[in-house]
DNA sequence: TGTGGGTATGTTGTCGACATTCGCATATCA
DNA sequence: TGATATGCGAATGTCGACAACATACCCACA
C-alpha cells in the first residue's frame, strides 16, 4: 500500500507544487517501481480514485508523461503506459551522440570544483546502495549524476530536452535492473572515471568515457531476449 | 474579429481533435500574428470567455504551449507569452547544430524522390506568397518545408523534438518579418538550392547550405537593436 | 450457426462551480 | 511621512457532474 498524495505531513511542503506535477512523480515512480506494467491501460477514474485525486489533476499529469513520452494517449480510446522496444533504445542512443555528448564536452571547460566534489559524493551514495542492492534510489542517483553533468553545459535548451531523454533511459534502466546486478562494480567505476576526466577537464578522455558508457547501456539491453 | 472556435462548419471535421490541440493551434496563431503580444499575461477566464470554450480545454492548451516554449506558467501567478532574447537565439542554433544538421544528412540518403516533388511544390507555393507578400503563409509553407526534411531522418524522437525548436524559430521569424521583406529573394533562393543538393544526393552541399541557412536567421537578428 | 443491428454500459471529453491563494489598495501606527 | 498590517477583489488550482463517444453484448433473423 501506498501513502496518499497529499498526507497531512507532506500536505505544507508540496503545497507551492501543482498537484499535477507531484502525482506525474507518483506515476513516473510506479511505472519505474513496476507497480504499474508496460502496455497497461490507465483508466483515469479509477487512478484518480486510488490516489485520492480529481480527475483534472490527473489528466494534467498525464498529459506531461505524454510529453515526456512515457505514455501514449490515443483520442477517445484512453492512456496507456509505453512500451519500449529495442528500435526505440536506437533511437535513444542516438540522440543521446548528438545531445548528451556535445553537452558533456561543453561542461567539461565550465564546470566548477563544488560540481566535481558533490558527484563524488554522488559516487560514495552509489556505492552504499549498491551495497544495500537498493536499484531504484541507485538508479534515482544516476539520473541526478548526469544531470548535474549536463546542467553545466549551458544551454537550458539542451538541457530540457535530455531531461526528457534521461526519463526514458531511466525507464529502460527500470527494465534492464537484473541485468545490472551482474555488472555492479562496472557502474561505479565508469562513473568514477568520468569524475577523473573531469577533474583532469580532459575533453578527449571525456568524450571516449562518455561514449563507452552510452555504448554500455545499448549493448547490456541487446543482451535480453 | 475571429471565428469561434467551433463553428458548425468546422465542427465535423476537427471534432476529432481534442479541443485542447484546436486551441493551442489557434493561440500559436495568435501570438504569430501578433494578436497576442510578447510578455502579455493570459487571463484564462477572459481568453476562455472570447474562445468561447472551458478553463478546462484552454488550460490543457496552455501546458503544450508551455512544453513547446511559447508560454511561461508561474505557479500561482498566471500563464504568460514568453518573451525571446537573444541569447534564446543563440542557444537555438546551437541546438539547430545538433539535431537539425545531422537529421538532414540522414536524410540525404533517404530522401525519395516524390519527397523532392513535393519540395519543388512548396518552392513555388513560397514565390506566388512572396509576390502577394502573405508572411503568415510563407513561414507556415517554410515549416513544412524544414519538416519534410527532417522527417525523413528515420529517428521519431529527433522528429518531435525537432517540432519545438521550429515552433520557437517560427516565433522569431514572425518577429524578424519586417527584415525578412528585404530578402525576399534569398529566401526562395537558399530553399531552392537546398533542394538541388538534395536532389544530387550531395551530402557535403547540404551540410554546407544548411549551416548557412541556419546562420542566416541568427545573422538577420543581430541586424535588429 | 453465423451475422448484423441495436441497445446498454463504461470511459473519455468538456464544462461550470467551488476552494485557495495572491496582489493591491487602504488603513493604522510609529 | 513612511512602513507595515489587513481586508477585499480577482485569478488560479481543484473538483464533481454532465455530454459525447466507443465498445461489448445480446437478440433477431437469415
Known amino acids: 500500500m501506498h501513502l496518499p498524495i497529499h498526507n497531512e505531513e507532506n500536505s505544507r511542503a508540496i503545497k507551492q507544487k501543482p498537484l499535477g506535477q507531484v502525482v506525474a512523480d507518483e506515476l513516473r515512480r510506479r ?3 513496476g507497480e504499474i506494467a508496460y502496455g497497461e491501460r490507465l483508466l483515469e477514474a479509477e487512478l484518480a480514485a486510488e490516489l485520492d485525486i480529481s480527475r483534472s489533476s490527473l489528466r494534467e499529469a498525464l498529459q506531461s508523461l505524454e510529453y515526456e513520452g512515457l505514455v501514449i494517449n490515443k483520442a477517445r480510446k484512453g492512456t496507456f503506459v509505453y512500451n519500449f522496444t529495442k528500435q526505440d533504445m536506437k533511437e535513444i542512443t542516438e540522440l543521446r551522440y548528438l545531445i548528451e555528448i556535445p553537452a558533456l564536452l561543453k561542461t567539461t571547460s565550465r564546470i566548477t570544483d ?14 552504499r546502495l549498491i551495497d544495500e542492492e ?3 534510489d541507485l538508479f534515482n542517483i544516476d539520473m541526478q549524476f548526469h544531470l548535474t553533468l549536463v546542467h553545466r553545459c549551458g544551454n537550458s535548451r539542451i538541457i530540457s530536452m535530455y531531461k526528457v531523454i534521461q526519463t526514458q533511459i531511466r ?4 527494465q534492464l535492473e537484473p541485468y545490472y546486478r551482474e555488472k555492479k562494480q562496472l557502474f561505479t567505476k565508469e562513473h568514477a572515471m568520468l569524475v577523473e576526466a573531469f577533474k583532469k577537464r580532459d575533453v578527449q578522455k571525456v568524450e571516449r568515457l562518455a561514449k563507452e558508457h552510452i555504448n554500455q547501456v545499448a549493448v547490456t539491453l541487446d543482451f535480453v531476449d
Request: no cysteine.
Open 31 to 33: 511505472i519505474w517501481t
Open 134 to 136: 537498493k536499484w531504484y
Open 171 to 174: 525507464t529502460f534502466l527500470s
Open 114 to 127: 563544488e560540481d566535481i566534489a558533490y558527484l563524488e559524493t554522488l559516487l560514495v551514495e552509489m556505492e
